[in-house]
């Protein structure tokens, strides 16, 4: 039932260029240059009218609604707000008639999300669900969605969900700045076309990359701690590989914006403390650089995901994980692969059950 793979976990990494496939197919239909969502269709009334889209999620499922909360504002010019769903139900959030929520949801059963739904509901407000389960409490309550085509997720720690989701919030987004008239065609086609392409480009860092990265996690499975940094839509990916690493490997790790370094975590750097930067190219590419350099200025160590032919950055990195070059917008669905990978093989060489870690259930039913 692994597939040949020595845990569900790889299993799922692997099966990422066919599941992010899955959940394109049928949706981007380039030739014609459309995206087809009948659940956006479904709402695009009340989306049009929408004074802000507020997501609302747990977990893994929240950094994508954070991935999503970049692309949707620079594409669709609209105000995003994004919510750990336990806040959300517990204050009491100014819900209108005019609010759209994006749930994004892998089981579907999440008890903080699905509360905080059916408040939002209550009040009045739209509810669009991302949601891996069909048929799960959250699709039902919502009154329309898209569906991720992920498959069942049975490794504990979320990743064919979670690329799955970004696929679709990229869908998502796409059709709405069409709709609303603000993305030129031009911006559409490429990223369409870039979107298209995820898949092969995961595959090529499943097919590449995979003894470099087992190798660097030999070399830093003993870590107590891992900064995790990233700028723009590379800082919700470097959040994401924290949570990962914590997950499986039990190490503790922190994700931030490289930029609040200054405020506070640079005080951690020193020579025992691994800094993982996500630094594909992008517009703040210099930044990012020069974040390194400072972490290298204390002899902290430095891992990155680089773009491929980036040899600037490489020459300055201790280690390298290579992606192929990707636009910046798409690029999340791809860099969150290495790191991935990274913590699987560090939990692996720790010895720890990476399909089932400590203390954590897959679908947590209870508050
Ligand atoms: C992390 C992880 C959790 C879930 C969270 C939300 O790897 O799996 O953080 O993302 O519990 O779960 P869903 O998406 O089912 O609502």
Not at 222 to 250: M, Q
Request: charged share 25%; glycine share 6%.
């Amino acid at each position: 039932e692994k597939g040949g793979f020595d845990h569900f976990m790889l299993k799922e990494i692997f099966e990422q260029p066919i599941t992010i496939a899955d959940s394109l197919r049928g949706r981007l239909v380039i030739p014609e240059s459309k995206i087809i969502l009948s659940g956006v269709d479904a709402i695009q009334d009340k989306l049009m009218q929408a004074r802000r889209i507020i997501i609302v999620a747990c977990g893994t499922s929240w950094h994508a609604g954070l991935v999503a909360e970049y692309i949707i504002e620079e594409l669709c010019r609209v105000n995003v707000e994004v919510e750990y769903a336990s806040e959300f139900r517990y204050r009491n959030p100014i819900i209108s008639e005019d609010d759209v929520i994006i749930a994004i949801s892998q089981s579907g059963e999440t008890a903080d999300t699905l509360v905080a739904l059916e408040r939002a509901k209550a009040q009045g407000a739209t509810i669009f669900g991302i949601v891996n389960v069909v048929g799960s409490s959250i699709a039902r309550i919502s009154h329309a969605g898209c569906y991720t085509h992920a498959g069942p997720e049975i490794g504990v720690a979320s990743t064919k969900a979670y690329t799955a989701q970004l696929a679709v919030l990229m869908l998502f987004a796409l059709k709405l700045a069409k709709v609303k008239g603000t993305i030129s065609e031009e911006r559409f086609q490429e990223l369409s076309k870039e979107l298209q392409e995820v898949p092969e480009k995961v595959e090529w860092v499943l097919k590449n990359e995979v003894d470099n990265i087992k190798a660097i996690a030999y070399k830093y499975k003993d870590a107590h701690d891992v900064l995790y940094l990233g700028r723009g839509y590379n800082f919700p990916t470097a959040l994401e590989g924290a949570l990962k690493l914590k997950e499986i490997s039990y190490i503790h790790a922190e994700g931030y914006p490289a930029a609040e370094m200054k405020h506070g975590p640079i005080a951690l750097v020193d020579d025992t403390l691994p800094v993982v930067f996500v630094a594909s190219k992008d517009a703040y590419h210099e930044k990012i650089i020069s974040n390194m350099q400072e972490i290298k200025a204390r002899k902290g160590k430095v891992i990155a995901v680089v773009s491929q032919g980036d040899d600037m950055t490489q020459s300055i990195a201790d280690d390298i994980m290579q992606v192929p070059a990707i636009d910046e917008v798409i690029a999340p669905i791809l860099t969150v692969v290495p790191l991935q990978l990274l913590s699987y093989y560090i939990g692996v060489y720790r010895g720890l059950d990476v399909d089932k870690p400590r203390n954590l259930a897959k679908s947590v039913t209870v508050e």
